[in-house]
Nanobody, 121 residues
Framework: QVQLVESGGGLVQAGGSLRLSCAAS????????MGWFRQGLGKEREFVAR????????RYADSVKGRFTISRDNAKNTTYLQMNSLKPEDTAVYYC??????????????WGQGTQVTVSS
């Protein structure tokens, strides 16, 4: 079992930056690939970014590529999402998730409770 707790959300003006954190407890953090997802009001949940267990491999949604950076610190059991050049359309609840495999065909088994990000124009 893995417990995930997100933090770092808030209200920011367009063009600003936020860094989200996802702290994990339970099983060995480095055994899990991590992902970030978001869900805007009235919208489907969508993939944002993911990072492999070692941290070597990352992938991003086209909508955030070049603006967001996912990273992880296995010694701190934490994954991060650095969000720059934020746009109003980035407004959403952001969730982190964990899965025991690097493969993008694997499903995420564990989810956090989410943190709200609001970008004002």
């Amino acid at each position: 079992q893995v417990q995930l707790v997100e933090s770092g959300g808030g209200l920011v003006q367009a063009g600003g930056s936020l860094r989200l954190s996802c702290a994990a407890s339970g099983r060995t953090f480095s055994s899990y690939a991590m992902g970030w997802f978001r869900q805007g009001l009235g919208k489907e949940r969508e993939f944002v970014a993911r990072i492999s267990r070692s941290g070597v491999s990352t992938r991003y949604a086209d909508s955030v590529k070049g603006r967001f950076t996912i990273s992880r610190d296995n010694a701190k059991n934490t994954t991060y999402l650095q969000m720059n050049s934020l746009k109003p359309e980035d407004t959403a609840v952001y969730y982190c998730a964990a899965r025991p495999w690097d493969s993008d065909y694997a499903t995420y088994d564990y989810w956090g409770q989410g943190t709200q990000v609001t970008v004002s124009s």
